[in-house]
């Protein structure tokens, strides 16, 4: 066969083709045109830094146990079974939660199973189903994409088999979940943009985000801007960029240098989960060159953010809430269900956590962070401390 | 053949034979009536058959057109991406204010012909590496399932398609009988017309096949194409089960597919990939997880038994293959 495409006439094609992807990308864009950076010389209101160090006072201790709904007795549950579909175990949080169902299905007496989907939105599914095979009495969807298997759960549900989803945020609304146990992101992004304004100290205050696809976002964001809205002016979002989980390697660190590159004015950066700050750190946002950039992240979580927070410096500020909490509360809702309950409020608190916060604590140890007050409320809510 | 010192005698060359051809069959069977021995109340019954069956629809349609590619002496690394452009493009199209699901669905398909079309054109005429230019196009189509969902979860509106993706038969969701369908028509192509000769003739030396009269460039494109236009179909299949699509829902099924063909590749007709044997390949990767889950059993060792099993099937494959050239 003759090759019409001989080597010398590739080049024009590879040009175009190289054209037609960048025209591709520009089209395609997800970040939104910036807005005008805030007026650097106009500070904050002092009404608004007053309540947002309120806000951040507030948060700032050790949660006490929230009761999420009456009290019920839990002994009758002795035996039954739930079925943990744990989205990721890559995912240090996920792993947390799925041990605090675990204790607290031991300390119910349910006998307890989970799956790992492995990020395989497949896999999830197929878990569900297994459960339901099994005639399993709830599932606890362990951060899994509750809007990604609704006909799954819809499935469970025409069996009478009741499914609860946990750190999918709480205003998040999924056809067929019996409840949520989740931290509550406006709160937690509330918190994110208090802190920027405390660590700012009367300073304008111009960020960027860096975002990835998660029911939990957008709520975040929500709470980041109501309280940028009180403030007028002098706190604003120049830019917002969305980098996917594979690509946090990657993406993450030159996502950050555009940002600053691109608005010189930034000194703050909302990173929407803590697992992505130690990838920033090559973007020059570290804690040893100080450039004026404050990391503000969410979810509090591990030791490994924890401790890039103690050390201080531009990671500074990392309001979240203990997983094993959630883990807790999702039992507690599912035991409602079993007992044909109303659905509980199983909202996990949050604590505000600083460089200052987290001076001479172990990072590694989470009741040293949050507590564990819910061990003996959950039990105590569930008719069984002795 | 080559005779090897444990394959002197018929007997036992007779035996060899059938250990090559069946021996991922028979591994199958074996895991089965462990886990079944193991497990008999959950593992072995009608329920789990038809959940094992219907969840492995999308990575069956995959791992099909994948077949064709590698047969071909291709590689396509941009199958994740196609399945998660195109769920996200018929999700996004279908709404009945937009196209519906009709227009969208032909929209979907023929987007992941044009993908095959463009893969093909670098890979077969301006003869980059298909290696970088698939992993690219799987790249650029994960950056463009981000801006046509917005970076948002986008819900499946109802519809016919929709109904029939979560429809049962027999207790088993039609998308796996139509995946059964989809092979027998491949096997058929493959095993039974003058095409399927010249897909296998490429794919084991192109220089040679052009030699005896193959069209070598039309089998490699018409291969490219097929790969893409299956995970497209995968695509919609995918978010049919699921009822919502997102950007890189695609993604974990790069691995199992290309792990289920080189399984498929080491048994009926070893050392040569086939649709049939890229069937029991997946169905070994899901016995064993289900298995593995239902024995409850850490969530590393099925890591560690997937990539493991992956690693044994490519050496047998290429063992095989090489001994199968040499005879």
């Given at each position: 066969m003759i090759n019409h495409f001989a080597p010398r006439s590739r080049l024009p094609l590879i040009a175009l083709a190289a054209g037609a992807v960048f025209a591709l990308a520009g089209c395609t864009s997800d970040a939104p045109a910036a807005p005008s950076a805030g007026d650097s010389s106009t500070g904050v209101p002092a009404s608004v830094l007053s309540d947002a160090q309120s806000l951040v006072d507030q948060y700032s201790g050790i949660p006490e146990f929230e009761a999420p709904g009456d009290s019920f007795d839990a002994t009758p549950l002795k035996g039954k079974s739930i079925l943990v579909v744990v989205f990721s175990q890559q995912a240090a949080q996920l792993v947390t939660l799925a041990d605090g169902i675990s204790a607290a299905a031991d300390a119910a007496g349910l006998e307890s199973s989970s799956i790992n989907a492995d990020g395989n939105i497949t896999a999830a599914s197929a878990a569900i189903q297994q459960g339901i095979t099994q005639g399993v009495d709830a599932i606890i969807l362990d951060g899994v994409p509750a809007q990604l298997v609704v006909k799954d759960i819809a499935a469970a549900g025409d069996k009478d088999i009741p499914v609860v989803a946990s750190t999918?945020?709480?205003s998040y609304e999924t056809p067929g979940l019996f409840g949520l146990s989740s931290a509550d992101y406006v709160l937690t992004g509330k918190l994110m943009a208090s802190g920027a304004i405390v660590k700012a100290d009367g300073e304008a205050v111009t960020a960027g985000t860096l975002t990835f696809t998660n029911p939990a976002v957008p709520d975040a964001l929500t709470g980041i801007q109501e309280v940028f809205d009180s403030c007028g002016s002098a706190c604003s979002i120049v830019g917002t960029t969305n980098v996917e989980p594979p690509d946090w390697g990657t993406g993450l660190s030159s996502a950050a240098s555009s940002l600053i590159n691109g608005n010189p004015d930034i000194n703050t950066i909302f990173a929407?989960?803590?697992?992505?700050m130690g990838l920033l750190a090559s973007a020059g946002v570290d804690a040893t060159s100080n450039t004026g950039v404050t990391v503000v992240a969410a979810q509090?979580?591990?030791a490994g953010p924890l401790g890039v927070v103690q050390q201080g410096g531009a990671f500074s500020i990392d309001p979240g809430q203990s997983a094993a909490y959630t883990g807790w509360g999702a039992v507690d809702q599912a035991m409602r269900a079993m007992l044909d309950l109303e659905p509980g409020e199983d909202i996990t608190p949050p604590r505000y956590i600083d460089t200052a916060v987290l001076?001479?604590?172990?990072?590694?140890?989470q009741d040293a962070i949050y507590g564990n007050a819910y061990v003996d409320g959950f039990t105590e809510l569930w008719g069984l401390s002795k | 053949m080559t005779a090897s010192p444990s394959i002197a005698s018929p007997r036992g060359r007779t035996l060899t034979d059938f250990l090559e051809r069946y021996v991922v069959v028979l591994a199958v069977a074996a895991l089965i009536v462990l886990f079944s021995v193991a497990r008999p109340a959950t593992f072995f019954t009608v329920g789990n058959l038809q959940t094992i069956l219907t969840t492995q629809s999308v990575l069956l349609i995959i791992g099909l057109g994948l077949t064709v590619v590698l047969a071909a002496g291709d590689l396509d690394l941009s199958i994740a991406g196609v399945v998660s452009f195109c769920g996200v493009l018929f999700t996004q199209l279908s709404a009945p204010e937009r196209l519906g699901w009709q227009i969208a669905a032909i929209v979907t398909l023929i987007a992941g012909v044009l993908i095959g079309l463009v893969n093909s054109l670098f890979i077969v005429r301006v003869k980059a590496n298909a290696l970088i230019v698939t992993l690219a196009m799987g790249t650029l189509l994960d950056g463009l399932s981000s801006a046509v969902s917005n970076s948002q979860s986008l819900a499946l509106p109802a519809s016919p398609l929709d109904a029939a993706i979560s429809a049962r038969f027999f207790g088993v969701g039609l998308p796996f009988w139509f995946t059964i369908l989809l092979l027998v028509i491949v096997w058929y192509v493959l095993q039974h017309t003058p095409s399927g000769r010249s897909l296998y003739f490429t794919g084991e030396g192109r220089e040679a096949a052009r030699l005896v009269g193959v069209r070598v460039t039309r089998v490699r494109v018409t291969a490219l194409v097929i790969s893409a236009l299956a995970a497209a179909i995968a695509g919609i299949v995918l978010v049919g089960q699921s009822g919502a699509a997102q950007a890189g829902l695609g993604n974990p099924f790069l691995l199992p597919a290309y792990a289920s063909v080189f399984l498929g590749a080491a048994t009926l007709t070893p050392g040569r990939f086939n649709p049939v044997g890229t069937v029991v390949g997946a169905l070994l990767l899901a016995v064993g997880t289900t298995g593995l889950q239902l024995l409850g059993i850490a969530s590393w060792v099925t890591n560690v038994f997937s990539g493991g099993i992956l690693i044994v099937a490519v050496a047998a494959a290429a063992l095989l293959g090489a001994r199968r050239i040499r005879a």
């Open positions: 999918i945020g709480t929407v989960v803590d697992d992505t509090g979580s591990g001076k001479g604590l172990d990072v590694a140890d | -």
